[in-house]
């Protein structure tokens, strides 16, 4: 017989309102990592983007302690015109070379790793501000319709002042040559801009003039570049190039 005045006591796991009791989340519990935490990348960078390779540094650099820091590279990713450095994979870095093309995908069997940060255009070594004219040429000709639609498009900032003329050699007398004949017949391709109006190269125009927005962030008007050396709030959003009031095309 049992003891009546002996309290019956139920199982932890049957009482409604115990509590189990809190488990410190612990770093080794991640298999293979040990005691550090997991590092993550700060910046943003979607799978698929293109970017261009402007320099490749092997060696990377010393930091106060004297260690050399992972093999970098300085790229470009378009349409964005982010500049970013990159950390490089060592065995595939003898396949890189500069002003090359690559969809950045960030695993281990790709010439590019993970992005370390977002640089300024006084970031940049020699060898980058050398290869980053060429490599806008290259991309402005291989996206052609965007940028003749921009020319046929582009209108007053002001009343005073056309968005055209922010082009570098760009004045009065190209602005209205550009206009008078797309109010006639729209232009459909560099090589037309360039029989209609003399002294005007598009390619490199467009390619200086995103230079120029790159290198001096006090501008009042941007056509092109959006900065981006400061951390992005949402990092999904949506940077497409858009018509804004005046024409401009402005990477939001």
């Known amino acids: 017989m049992t ?3 002996r309290k019956r006591t139920s199982h932890p796991s049957h009482e409604g309102n115990q509590k189990r009791p809190f488990r410190k989340f612990d770093n080794r519990d991640q298999r293979g990592t040990g005691n550090r935490p997991r590092s993550r990348s700060t910046v943003y960078i979607k799978k698929g983007v293109l970017v261009f390779v402007l320099d490749i540094l092997q060696h990377g650099g010393v930091d106060k302690a004297g260690h050399s820091w992972h093999p970098i590279s300085q790229v470009i990713e378009v349409p964005s015109y982010r500049l970013l450095e990159v950390n490089l994979n060592k065995k595939l870095i003898p396949d890189l070379i500069l002003n090359q093309k690559i969809l950045y995908q960030g695993t281990e069997d790709s010439p590019l790793g993970r992005v370390n940060k977002v640089l300024k255009y006084d970031d940049l070594t020699l060898a980058s501000i050398t290869t980053l004219q060429s490599v ?6 291989e996206n052609e319709k965007i940028f003749v639609e921009f020319i046929n498009s582009a209108g007053p900032i002001t009343l005073k002042r056309h968005s055209l003329e922010i082009l570098p050699g760009v004045g009065k007398k190209i602005m209205w040559e550009i206009i008078n ?3 006639k017949h ?3 391709s560099f090589k037309e801009i360039r029989e209609n109006v003399p002294g005007f190269k598009p390619v490199e125009v467009i390619a200086k003039r995103i230079i120029e927005e790159l290198s001096d962030e006090d501008q009042k008007r941007f056509l092109f570049v959006k900065h981006h050396h400061k951390p992005m709030d949402n990092p999904s959003h949506d940077r497409t190039s858009r018509p804004e009031s005046g024409g401009a095309y ?3």
């Open 250 to 252: 402005h990477r939001r």
């Open 3 to 5: 003891d009546p005045e």
């Open 136 to 141: 806008l040429e290259t991309y402005v000709k």
């Open 181 to 183: 004949f797309r109010e």
């Open 186 to 188: 729209p232009f459909t």
